[in-house]
């Protein structure tokens, strides 16, 4: 009912930190959700303390799917729109002092991740958009500006340009315009033109 009236539909989907980190800012906070495109039962959530967590009945039991995923940060977690068993994840690791750059794909649900970190350069991830035309395009905001990939994730190209080489928190694709928004850290709001990186697609 639009906000008039809400239900809660999981427990907490956190971790228990222990009495170490009582009080600490990494831990106790859900940090993103996705609902899946085609599937509105389907919903997963990404925590700062590492946990992913799935539902495939609209909150009415919840599984963890964190198993081989590291303990960092979820910056993002995306249901594809391409594959209904396709979740892509990222996360962050500079309050634990590591900079490696982490982005995470299952094709099942999340009951086995493998890493598509491939060659990209030690950043910070933010944020994960597929192209809604092509499953294998995919684009990764980092600490270090943002980086395509034109196969799925095993490799990955920096997009520069005009782009300045600054943190990049947040990606949208505007269907209707066929662009990418790209809204960086203190630098403003960039678009790019997808047709131009789909004919650097059909040129490889």
């Not at 491939?118 to 990764?140: G, H, I, M, R």
């Not at 395509?148 to 782009?163: E, I, V």
């Amino acid at each position: 009912d639009r906000g008039d009236s809400w239900t809660a539909i999981s427990p907490d989907l956190t971790g228990d930190p222990g009495p170490e980190h009582q009080g600490n800012v990494p831990f106790g906070t859900v940090t993103t959700i996705a609902e899946g495109p085609a599937d509105p039962d389907l919903i997963y959530t990404g925590s700062d303390d590492g946990r992913v967590q799935r539902t495939d009945d609209g909150g009415t039991t919840w599984v963890d799917v964190s198993a081989g995923l590291p303990p960092h940060w979820v910056s993002r977690v995306r249901a594809s729109r391409h594959d209904p068993d396709r979740v892509y994840v990222t996360m962050t690791g500079y309050r634990e002092d590591d900079f490696r750059a982490f982005v995470f794909c299952s094709d099942d649900r999340g009951r086995r991740w493998r890493s598509l970190t491939a060659d990209l350069p030690d950043a910070s991830v933010n944020v994960l958009a597929e192209d809604p035309q092509d499953p294998n395009t995919l684009f990764v905001g980092t600490d270090r500006g943002v980086h395509a990939s034109f196969d799925g994730g095993t490799s990955w190209h920096a997009l520069r340009g005009n782009l300045p080489t600054t943190p990049v928190h947040d990606l949208a694709v505007a269907e209707t315009a066929d662009d990418l928004v790209i809204g960086s850290h203190g630098r403003g709001v960039f678009v790019l033109d997808l047709g131009t990186v789909r004919a650097l697609v059909e040129a490889r």
